[in-house]
């Protein structure tokens, strides 16, 4: 290179230096700097400007730069790498979700005081009240912790932060127990000013302590009241320790007449209303240090201990998630369901288990009691872990205005319930079951399997009953050696004709084909997932066969999203590009081909196809979890030529690391 040559690269050098250095002064005195004189700046220089902000000058600027056309979309999704590390797939389409997701993602950390090298490099910015003010307004769920200098700020310092939390979270999450005295009185009023005082209609609960539930859900939809329980929790101090809290909960139940039922690992220990008291402080001496009443909460922490503003509304639970579910929870939740008119989805979880036979007969109880009050507003269901498959429709004949329903299934091998009769009895007390013949409202299904062997009848069943149903998830539905899902999608093709979404994951479907294709001639899927189906495994011609799919597929204007996630599909991939040839090119908008052990020279060729007919409108294409470092100089000429056509998910594959490998090809 010339003297000139150099003399002018090394001009633009400093130009970009002085630039830079221009740009970072801004972001110095930004506050100092009127909104208006950064937006009088050619929009070139403003792009390169967002870059440099920080994330709340990036909030504050947005709205006026809204105004003038200009998105801030880039900048957020910068943050997001720069959270996330360069590899992590950022899937997100707009600069509003761009940037919630960077608000959700800092506001619990910053405000517990939690560190990662991102918060740690941006903490003067971070630290400052007016982030987790501008966070507030994006978040709409909020976990509540049991760290008490967070919490206690919200009712001292940081109470205008409150007050906008009230208005924005819908969804609360109860994660760690509440203990101690000072952390009981402020964690509940955080509770009771978010559930009760503000928008919050979600209650997420994470912690296995019937105490604990029974305040959260008393007063909040149900006109279920246990006098003896209430009684309880005004005199005895909520304890994180399940051993406590179930034995304060089944002393109530004893002397309230109500059937407590012991946890699995309580069985063969000494009755409940036998156990030795709690080491606690006498009733008088709680009683005087703090209150679990609302409006006494509310008394208590308003300013200056002044008497608060009027009587405390009462808030509305009106979806409910118990993740940590055991016989414990249902003995709190069970009576409160049947007057529990204003709850809209249920969400029940065992972690550690599934649930006993007699746990799902008292549920399916209670929510017939709910289903005959006539004012239930229950839509959407989902129970796991289920001991059988046949309690699926149990559920759905105890409650059947369910729209919505999610069951995880895994049976028990060798167990029977511990008193034949309870199961027995529980059976008796139990709704009929209506006839087989009676049609179900169900619009989505969603029945995950973990066992040897599926009853598939179970399923095919309910199918039947159910021919509004317009979005069918299954995975992990096993049969007998020989047997075939081809009844399960006959079912589905005859039954289910107004079905828009499809997704079928881990069930081998290689000898399926034909029953695949007459389904998709028959229902208008606007979604359609085949994740793990051994597709092609016992095709002889496998590209012939993909191809016979491919033509099926252009036949439906509906479909907009296609997934055939870790099918082997490796070299035949190239065949999918014909997705978008010809007078009928498809109208898939994402394509998800992750896990196919897809080698760099195949997607080449793939891009090469799919060139000659470019997909009419922006694909995004799931290309994660395929072998891009066999030959990266390959792969990125391939991501080169999608690039202009296809939004990329891509991600770092390791092929030393032999298991993925393995079971990316097995």
Not at 26 to 49: E, G, Y
Not at 130 to 140: D, Q, T
Not at 255 to 280: F, I, N, V
Not at 564 to 592: H, I, M, P, T
Request: hydrophobic share 40%; with cysteine.
């Amino acid at each position: 290179m010339g003297d000139s040559g150099m003399s002018a690269a090394q001009g633009r050098s400093e130009d970009r230096c002085l630039k830079a250095l221009c740009l970072q002064a801004v972001r110095r005195h930004f506050s100092a700097l009127r909104v208006q004189a950064l937006l009088d700046l050619p929009v070139p220089l403003i792009k390169d400007l967002l870059h440099h902000l920080t994330i709340c000058q990036l909030d504050e600027l947005q709205p006026a730069l809204n105004h003038r056309g200009i998105s801030t979309y880039s900048a957020w999704v910068r943050v997001l790498l720069d959270m996330c590390g360069p590899k992590h797939v950022i899937d997100v389409r707009t600069e509003e979700e761009a940037k919630h997701r960077v608000m959700r993602r800092l506001f619990t950390a910053v405000f517990y005081g939690f560190t990662n090298s991102f918060i740690r490099q941006n903490l003067t910015d971070l630290s400052s009240p007016s982030f987790l003010m501008a966070a507030a307004k994006c978040v709409r769920h909020f976990s509540l912790m049991t760290m008490h200098k967070p919490l206690q700020g919200l009712t001292a310092e940081q109470r205008p932060l409150l007050n906008l939390l009230e208005k924005h979270i819908r969804s609360v999450g109860v994660s760690q127990c509440i203990d101690s005295k000072k952390k009981t009185k402020t964690a509940l009023y955080v509770l009771h000013r978010l559930l009760d005082h503000g928008v919050t209609t979600e209650l997420v609960v994470h912690l296995q302590s019937p105490i604990v539930l029974a305040w959260l859900l008393h007063g909040r939809g149900s006109q279920y009241m246990n006098p003896e329980l209430k009684n309880l929790m005004h005199s005895k101090k909520l304890s994180c320790d399940s051993t406590a809290a179930s034995a304060s909960a089944d002393k109530a139940s004893c002397s309230s007449g109500l059937t407590a039922r012991p946890s699995e690992d309580q069985e063969g220990q000494a009755p409940a209303c036998k156990r030795s008291k709690m080491d606690c402080v006498s009733v008088e001496e709680e009683e005087s240090n703090y209150t679990m009443d609302p409006q006494a909460l509310c008394t208590l922490f308003s300013p200056c201990n002044g008497p608060s503003a009027g009587p405390c509304p009462s808030g509305q639970i009106h979806r409910l998630e118990i993740r940590n579910c055991g016989s414990d929870s249902l003995t709190v939740l069970n009576p409160t369901l049947p007057t529990f008119f204003c709850l809209r989805s249920l969400t029940l979880h065992s972690y550690y288990s599934t649930f006993r036979d007699p746990d799902v007969w008292s549920l399916a109880v209670a929510l017939r009691q709910l289903f005959h009050s006539s004012c239930s507003s229950l839509t959407h269901l989902s129970v796991s872990v289920l001991p059988r498959t046949d309690f699926m429709e149990i559920l759905l004949d105890s409650i059947p205005t369910v729209t919505s329903l999610h069951v995880e299934i895994q049976s028990v091998m060798g167990f029977s319930p511990r008193d034949p009769r309870t199961a027995e009895s529980h059976m008796s007390c139990a709704v009929k079951l209506l006839p087989k013949s009676a049609e179900l409202p169900l619009e989505k299904l969603t029945v995950k399997v973990a066992e040897l062997q599926t009853d598939v009848h179970c399923v095919t069943s309910v199918l039947r009953r159910t021919p509004h149903l317009i979005s069918f998830h299954a995975a992990g539905i096993r049969l007998p050696t020989g047997s075939s899902h081809s009844q399960l999608l006959t079912t589905l093709s005859e039954s289910n004709r107004l079905l828009r979404s499809l997704n079928l994951e881990d069930m081998k479907l290689s000898d399926c084909l034909p029953d695949i294709l007459n389904l998709l001639t028959v229902c208008r899927l606007e979604e359609l997932s085949l994740n793990d189906c051994r597709l092609l495994e016992k095709c002889s011609d496998q590209e012939e066969s993909l191809q016979e799919l491919v033509s099926a597929l252009k036949t439906l204007p509906s479909l907009h999203t296609l997934s055939l996630a870790q099918n082997r599909l490796a070299r035949s991939v190239c065949v999918l590009a014909e997705l978008f040839s010809g007078g009928s090119a498809s109208s898939v908008k994402r394509l998800d081909i992750s896990s196919n052990f897809i080698q760099p020279a195949e997607l080449l060729e793939f891009t090469e196809r799919l060139k000659t007919h470019c997909p009419p409108h922006l694909l995004t294409l799931d290309l994660r979890k395929n072998p891009a470092d066999r030959d990266p100089h390959t792969w990125n000429s391939a991501l080169k030529g999608l690039r202009p056509f296809c939004v990329l998910l891509v991600e770092g594959w390791i092929s030393t690391n032999t298991m993925a490998d393995h079971i990316s090809n097995m």
